[in-house]
Antibody, heavy 121, light 108 residues
Framework: EVQLLESGGGLVQPGGSLRLSCAAS????????MSWVRQAPGKGLDWVSV????????YYADSVKGRFTISRDNSKSTLYLQMNSLRAEDTAVYYC??????????????WGRGTLVTVSS | EIVLTQSPGTLSLSPGERATLSCRAS???????LAWYQQKPGQAPRLLIY???SRAAGIPDRFSGSGSGTDFTLTISRLEPEDFAVYYC?????????FGGGTKVEIK
């Protein structure tokens, strides 16, 4: 059974940093692209970043480019999102999502339950 | 950036009725790389349709997708009580991989 378990969310002040993790199990992690998608309270889905299976291709939404860094450790089956210079508008539930293939051009066939990030003073 | 516009914003229907949801792209979607997701309150989204018309694993055949280029449709042939939710379209051909604003299907 595919499982994605996010962790690392919490309350942080504007300008602060957080590192999210997503522990994956139930599939060959190193064979699939992975993404982060967020959802602000009461709002729609907002794609954040994607990383290919090998880690060689990475893309970001313009809203987070230069502030967020996606990475993966295939030996640990874990996806990461380093978030710096956080703003109030980054407040959201952050979901880890598995791509259906190894490349970025892939829909998300499994999702974690999400971790809440709140940016507030 | 491809902007996806979903309509209507809210669809009020009764169980057993047919639901037709629209997703219009600001430019042509590469290779029909268009997906539909269902999200219920407090839950993560679930993949329904990918490549515009392929059903994901375990999805009932009352859900179908169609379209190409810039116009796509999700059809639910007969609404079941568990189908009342919010539905999002998403393209995944080129970065950024944007989502539409969503259509809420509510009980009339």
């Amino acid at each position: 059974e595919v499982q994605l378990l996010e962790s690392g969310g919490g309350l942080v002040q504007p300008g602060g940093s957080l590192r999210l993790s997503c522990a994956a199990s139930g599939f060959t992690f190193s064979s699939y692209a992975m993404s982060w998608v967020r959802q602000a309270p009461g709002k729609g889905l907002d794609w954040v970043s994607v990383i290919s299976a090998s880690g060689g291709s990475i893309y970001y939404a313009d809203s987070v480019k230069g502030r967020f860094t996606i990475s993966r450790d295939n030996s640990k089956s874990t996806l990461y999102l380093q978030m710096n210079s956080l703003r109030a508008e980054d407040t959201a539930v952050y979901y880890c999502a598995k791509g259906r293939t190894s490349v970025k051009s892939s829909p998300f066939d499994y999702w974690g339950r999400g971790t809440l990030v709140t940016v507030s003073s | 950036e491809i902007v996806l516009t979903q309509s209507p914003g809210t669809l009020s229907l009764s169980p057993g009725e047919r639901a037709t949801l629209s997703c219009r792209a600001s430019q042509s979607v590469t290779n029909s790389y268009l997906a539909w997701y269902q999200q219920k309150p407090g839950q993560a989204p679930r993949l329904l349709i990918y490549d515009a018309s392929s059903r994901a694993a375990g999805i009932p055949d009352r859900f179908s997708g169609s379209g190409s280029g810039t116009d796509f449709t999700l059809t639910i042939s007969r609404l079941e009580p568990e189908d009342f939710a919010v539905y999002y379209c998403q393209h995944y051909g080129i970065s950024p991989l944007t989502f539409g604003g969503g259509t809420k299907v509510e009980i009339k």
